[in-house]
T-cell receptor, first 112, second 118 residues
Framework: NAGVTQTPKFQVLKTGQSMTLQCAQD?????MSWYRQDPGMGLRLIHY???????DQGEVPNGYNVSRSTTEDFPLRLLSAAPSQTSVYFC???????????FGPGTRLTVT | ELKVEQNPLFLSMQEGKNYTIYCNYS?????LYWYRQDPGKSLESLFV?????AVKQEGRLMASLDTKARLSTLHITAAVHDLSATYFC??????????????????FGTGTLLAVQP
């Protein structure tokens, strides 16, 4: 049981490039979410999903896209990277949004 | 819109001392979490508080919840160096989704960086 996995661990992008951060869980959790962590700002919710085919915006969705075609996977797409998206990104999953969330190890992204 | 505030943001304390971290939130919620994060690591769940007056304890940490005051506290007793980490509270907030119907979102506080000095 691997829990929540994220790839890559580190990534450097140039402004304007696009990429996908991968997130997978093997706990059959319906609820999955993406957060970004910036110094002094805690974790801010980007997008979340309550099940396959259903996604919604969080606090800071602009510049990011998500889809949920399977229960296991919840990728986060950066459409055109900007320096303001330099951050650490965490994926989390749980049985529902009201239950304890399990976090992945994080992806450290730098946009130059 | 749910806002979650923690204070202090930074706490430097000596080993053996006691202190409290405060978590205030702005709208009604009946579920609050405390997480710990070590430098460069992910978040680890510490406590889940589900009702008014709930109290949970693990080792030198004790968390409580007052839903009427919209306040949770994380009390540290006789701190040791191993407790040095960043502590986050997170509150479940209720809102209307874009896909229809109500939804809950987990909103985090800004975190408290705890440094325990020998």
């Amino acid at each position: 049981n691997a829990g929540v996995t994220q790839t890559p661990k580190f990534q450097v992008l140039k402004t304007g490039q696009s990429m996908t951060l991968q997130c997978a869980q093997d706990m059959n959790h319906e609820y999955m979410s993406w957060y970004r962590q910036d110094p002094g700002m805690g974790l801010r919710l980007i997008h979340y999903s309550v099940g396959a085919g259903i996604t919604d915006q969080g606090e800071v969705p602009n510049g990011y896209n998500v889809s949920r075609s399977t229960t296991e996977d919840f990728p986060l797409r950066l459409l055109s990277a900007a320096p303001s998206q330099t951050s650490v990104y965490f994926c989390a999953s749980s049985f529902s949004e009201s239950y304890e969330q399990y976090f992945g190890p994080g992806t450290r992204l730098t946009v130059t | 819109e749910l806002k979650v505030e923690q204070n202090p943001l930074f706490l430097s304390m000596q080993e053996g001392k006691n202190y409290t971290i405060y978590c205030n939130y702005s709208t009604t919620s009946d579920r609050l979490y405390w997480y710990r994060q070590d430098p460069g690591k992910s978040l680890e769940s510490l406590f889940v508080l589900l009702s008014n007056g709930a109290v949970k304890q693990e080792g030198r940490l004790m968390a409580s919840l007052d839903t009427k005051a919209r306040l949770s506290t994380l009390h540290i007793t006789a701190a040791v160096h191993d407790l040095s980490a960043t502590y986050f509270c997170a509150v479940v907030g209720y809102s209307t989704s874009n896909y229809g119907g109500a939804t809950n979102k987990l909103i985090f506080g800004t975190g408290t960086l705890l440094a325990v000095q020998p």
